[in-house]
């Protein structure tokens, strides 16, 4: 069975608040200007498991391509799968799943719980929207699911 991890960005892989937004980034100046600082940490905890596959349900799939998102995770490119579906962030991770020819372990990697009805949290790896992927407990849940067999 495979695995797949939806990524969100925002208070995911720097922090997201009123007076953190972003604005449209090239794809490679998420490197540049720092918007992506706990990058580094996220690529050094998926090194390892280069099977699992990175879908983005992020709001930032309205403006940028698979080929953007590609970019912007060099590091692990060629697991960059996806993108889901616009519409709302659960919404389109069960689209993206329906549309999948065999079920997969999945994990969602986001900021914003109230996104999410009861079918999807027990998927859900939340983050704090200030702390993102760098807060430990983050890492040892994603961790855990990582290093379990898929279900």
Same mark, same amino acid.
């Given at each position: ?76 490119? =060629? ?32 900021? =914003? ?25 983050? =890492?040892? =849940? ?10």
């Amino acid at each position: 069975m495979r695995k797949v991890l939806f990524l969100d960005l925002d208070g995911v892989f720097h922090p997201f608040g009123p007076e953190k937004g972003t604005g449209l980034l090239g794809p490679r100046a998420v490197h540049r200007t720092g918007v992506f600082c706990w990058y580094d940490e996220f690529i050094e905890l998926m090194k390892p498991f280069p099977s699992v596959e990175l879908v983005i349900h992020s709001s930032w799939r309205d403006a940028y391509s698979l080929a953007d998102f590609q970019d912007m995770f060099s590091a692990l490119s =060629q697991s960059v799968v996806g993108v889901t579906p616009r519409g709302k962030r659960a919404d389109s991770i069960r689209a993206w799943l329906a549309a999948q020819p065999e079920s997969v372990d999945f994990r969602i990697l986001d900021d =914003q719980a109230k996104e999410f009805s009861v079918d999807l949290k027990p998927n859900l790896i939340k983050c704090d929207r200030l702390r993102g992927v760098s807060a430990k407990s983050v =890492q040892r =849940q994603l961790l855990a699911w990582l290093n379990a067999p898929a279900t």
